[in-house]
């Protein structure tokens, strides 16, 4: 089963900084997704990105966020001036079209904890 | 709007005893998926089912079963025969009618504890 691999899977940054998470989604589909889940809560939507540009994001994603494809394999979402309220478990997913199946299949990574101190 | 609730915040059950977790959607789209994704302690997301809204046959696999009822708008899960293993967070959630790419709208969970 191809795999949706984010790195790294922990992440402590101090409050303020910046941070890269990184994401490669699987080598064929086309559409990739950031999602956020605060600590005992729901999964959230983030972003979904196709064709090289956002295609829709929640109000979670603000001008402090911005995702970015940048060599054809990555995915990465970046997180300028951290605030506390920002750690949480970040999960890429991404999705293609399953032509065994007939339908489209999506894929989540193991998720990046991030902690913001 | 798109709406997921999972009413039960928490459920505690003993080994081999069944469980059932609700979810009641809401949406306006005519098609649309349903989904249910475990989380364990360690916390990935572990895909369990997709169904789209057309195909309201239920569904078994193992002793996992679900129970898609278009006019309540609900699609509860069933865990027949409780294990340990089973504990972790359900997730119930939803797509709209997209064609492909579409995001995912999740229920707040339901933590499922099975003691032996």
């Known amino acids: 089963e191809p795999e949706v691999t984010q790195t790294p899977s922990h992440q402590v940054t101090q409050m303020g900084q910046e941070v890269i998470l990184r994401c490669v989604p699987i080598?064929?589909?086309?559409?990739f997704y950031w999602y956020r889940q605060i600590l005992g809560q729901k999964v959230e939507f983030l972003v979904s990105?196709?064709?090289?540009?956002?295609?829709?994001k929640s109000e979670i994603f603000d001008d402090q966020f911005s995702v970015e494809r940048p060599d054809g394999s990555n995915f990465t979402l970046k997180i300028r001036s951290t605030k506390l309220e920002d750690s949480a478990m970040y999960f890429c997913?991404?999705?293609?079209?399953?032509?065994?199946?007939?339908?489209?299949?999506?894929?989540f990574g193991s998720g990046t904890q991030l902690s913001v101190l | 709007a798109q709406k997921v609730t999972q009413a039960q915040t928490e459920i505690s059950v003993v080994e081999k005893e069944d469980v059932t977790l609700d979810c009641v959607y809401e949406?306006?789209?005519?098609?649309?998926?349903l989904f249910w994704y475990k989380q364990p302690p360690s916390g990935e997301l572990v895909f369990l089912i997709r169904?789209?809204?057309?195909?309201?046959q239920n569904e078994i696999s193992g002793r996992y079963s679900w129970n898609f009822q278009k006019s309540t708008s609900s699609f509860n899960f069933t865990i027949t025969a409780s294990q340990v293993v089973d504990s972790a967070v359900y997730f119930c959630?939803?797509?709209?009618?997209?064609?492909?790419?579409?995001?995912?709208?999740f229920g707040q969970g339901t933590e499922l504890s099975v003691k032996p």
């Open positions: 997913a991404s999705s293609g079209w399953d032509r065994g199946r007939g339908r489209e299949k999506l894929f």
């Open positions: 080598s064929n589909h086309l559409y």
């Open positions: 990105f196709y064709n090289n540009e956002i295609s829709e």
């Open positions: 949406t306006r789209d005519t098609t649309y998926y």
């Open positions: 169904r789209n809204s057309f195909d309201e």
């Open positions: 959630a939803l797509r709209g009618d997209y064609n492909q790419g579409g995001k995912l709208i």
